[in-house]
């Protein structure tokens, strides 16, 4: 069945550094959305990506589609205290798929203050 | 307002015995899900309901059985516990199938002795 790998695993960061999380599919996708779960709590949305290239900003957040629409990423700029969780990606589409999201595998992230 | 809650919070259990979870979500969505979040926090699709229709129903033991009365409403009944099936369990609703935002509910933390 369909697969979307997510990497890193775990990440620890400095407050104010940089983090970034990848997701990548070997088939392309219709949409991709990235969801954030705190520590001890439910998967939230964040945002939904669906054209080729599509690169979208909340605040510290940048989403990016990729050109081929196989690959995702979550870039997060000057880290904060109140970003620590783990984010999943979820796609739908591709073959194999029907009509399920499939998540990556999250990555954790940790954030020293 | 709860969008989307589930009974109970938590739940320990001896093994072999049986238990229910309940959700309920007031969004008015037509499709419910039931996901099993593992100690390394992967996600997995377990059923999902469309208008108190089954429309996945993934790889999953026989022991749980899940029951959708009207579409604001999805129930999960484990028979016979084991020490493997110790996890959480997120019910979540969306508006349509597959592509669409999904929403989780707090979760159910199980844990099997």
């Known amino acids: 069945g369909q697969q979307v790998m997510q990497i890193p695993q775990y990440q620890h960061v400095q407050e104010g550094e940089d983090f970034t999380t990848y997701c990548n599919s070997s088939?392309?996708?219709?949409?991709i959305q990235w969801y954030k779960q705190r520590p001890g709590g439910h998967p939230v949305f964040l945002i939904q990506l669906v054209k080729s290239g599509e690169v979208k900003k909340q605040k510290r957040l940048t989403f990016q589609f990729g050109e081929a629409k196989k690959n995702s990423s979550l870039h997060i700029t000057a880290t904060q205290t109140t970003d620590v969780g783990t984010y999943f990606c979820?796609?739908?589409?591709?073959?194999?798929?029907?009509?399920?999201?499939?998540f990556g595998q999250g990555t954790t992230l940790q954030v020293k203050p | 307002d709860t969008a989307v809650s589930q009974t109970p919070k938590y739940l320990v259990t001896q093994m072999g015995n049986d238990k229910s979870i309940k959700c309920e979500q007031n969004l008015g969505h037509d499709t419910m899900y039931w996901y099993k979040q593992d100690s390394k926090k992967f996600l997995k699709i377990m059923f999902s309901?469309?208008?108190?229709?089954?429309?996945i129903n993934e790889t999953v033991p026989n022991r749980f059985s899940p029951k959708s009365p009207d579409k604001a409403h999805l129930n999960l009944h484990i028979n016979s516990l084991e020490l493997g099936d110790s996890a959480v369990y997120f019910c979540a609703s969306s508006h349509g199938t597959g592509q669409e935002t999904q929403y989780f509910g707090p979760g159910t933390r199980l844990l099997v002795l």
């Open positions: 979820a796609a739908s589409g591709g073959s194999g798929n029907t009509g399920k999201l499939i």
């Open positions: 088939t392309t996708l219709s949409n």
């Open positions: 309901y469309n208008n108190k229709e089954l429309i």
